[in-house]
């Protein structure tokens, strides 16, 4: 491995990322959020223990956001979010810091 590839591997900044407790009832989901090294918050909500042939009535919700999209603004996860899992009080606080630590490169 060359010093620039090396450079290169070491500069790389870990990605946020917050599991969050599901609300009653969809405690077969895990759902997380953060702020990714893309520089976009994200936000995903599967359902891993599903089985499509032993329950093929029942389609799980999914959401996965910031994949795709630049989403700046942590408020547009967290609503996203909010009817599955409990949101505490100081995680929009603490998403903002994530970004300011790594801010969007203009």
Do not use: C, N
């Not at 009653?24 to 359902?47: E, K």
């Not at 899992?85 to 810091?97: F, N, Y």
Request: glycine share 2%; net charge negative.
């Amino acid at each position: 491995m060359d010093s620039a590839t090396s450079r290169d591997l070491r500069e790389k900044e870990p990605m946020s990322l917050y599991t969050l407790i599901p609300k009653p009832g969809f405690d077969r989901y895990t759902i997380q959020v953060g702020w990714s090294p893309h520089r976009t918050y994200v936000a995903t909500l599967v359902d891993f223990t599903w089985d499509p042939v032993t329950e093929p009535d029942r389609q799980p919700d999914v959401i996965h956001l910031g994949r795709i999209e630049t989403i700046l603004d942590p408020a547009e996860v967290l609503s996203a979010l909010e009817p599955y899992a409990d949101i505490p009080a100081d995680l929009p606080a603490r998403l903002r810091a994530d970004q300011a630590k790594h801010p969007v490169r203009r």
